[in-house]
T-cell receptor
Framework: DGGITQSPKYLFRKEGQNVTLSCEQNLNHDAMYWYRQDPGQGLRLIYYSQIVNDFQKGDIAEGYSVSREKKESFPLTVTSAQKNPTAFYLC?????????????FGDGTRLSIL | GQQVMQIPQYQHVQEGEDFTTYCNSSTTLSNIQWYKQRPGGHPVFLIQLVKSGEVKKQKRLTFQFGEAKKNSSLHITATQTTDVGTYFCAGRRYYNQGGKLIFGQGTELSVKP
């Protein structure tokens, strides 16, 4: 979706290094989400945020951290504590108004271990 | 925890054949959404089903929500090469905090011309 920008598209992490994945949206959505996608698996929720300055752990939050200082931005840090970080990371946002509220996804970031 | 199981994991069809993917939830859902992810792309919203027994159509795609609101299916009639991709169902529970979706594992569809 044009309204959500993830960067970089590809990222490589060295042992013991923290890396940060960027997610920016101009859709004026309150809710934002981070998912991890592994081959043959569905999307697993890492963290989500319903409003600025508030976020909640998802199903696989260990080894990750987030911040939500601005409505438009929801960066994800993959810490050295995440031992198996190689995956495709997807950011999404949702308009909390209306009856349908689909999630809109960015193009994703592929993270690999060096 | 609550799961949404989706089958099959892979489906290979000849162009023109039909295709169906099924989702089953361990608990009753408030609603279910379907997404399509093209190879190398990101999931794109297709549709949402809310009512028990609901059936919706989008051209060659037919979506159903079970009477108990625990299962759903997507059927594609006469597949085309443009249908290639992975189809995900995603359920939402009642009293859902944060609008979270529980995604199925996805069904990867390949279509042979």
């Amino acid at each position: 979706d044009g309204g959500i920008t993830q960067s970089p598209k590809y990222l490589f992490r060295k042992e013991g290094q923290n890396v940060t994945l960027s997610c920016e949206q101009n859709l004026n959505h309150d809710a934002m989400y981070w998912y991890r996608q592994d081959p043959g698996q569905g999307l697993r929720l890492i963290y989500y945020s319903q409003i600025v300055n508030d976020f909640q752990k998802g199903d696989i939050a260990e080894g990750y951290s987030v911040s939500r200082e601005k409505k438009e931005s929801f960066p994800l840090t993959v810490t050295s504590a995440q031992k198996n970080p190689t995956a495709f990371y997807l950011c999404a946002s949702r308009d909390t108004e209306g009856s349908i509220q689909p999630q809109h996804f960015g193009d994703g970031t592929r993270l690999s271990i060096l | 925890g609550q799961q949404v199981m989706q089958i099959p994991q892979y489906q290979h069809v000849q162009e023109g054949e039909d295709f169906t993917t099924y989702c089953n939830s361990s608990t009753t859902l408030s609603n279910i959404q379907w997404y399509k992810q093209r190879p190398g792309g990101h999931p794109v919203f297709l549709i949402q089903l809310v009512k028990s027994g609901e059936v919706k159509k989008q051209k060659r795609l037919t979506f159903q929500f079970g009477e108990a609101k625990k299962n759903s299916s997507l059927h594609i009639t006469a597949t085309q090469t443009t249908d290639v991709g992975t189809y995900f169902c995603a359920g939402r529970r009642y009293y859902n905090q944060g609008g979270k979706l529980i995604f199925g594992q996805g069904t990867e569809l390949s279509v042979k011309p």
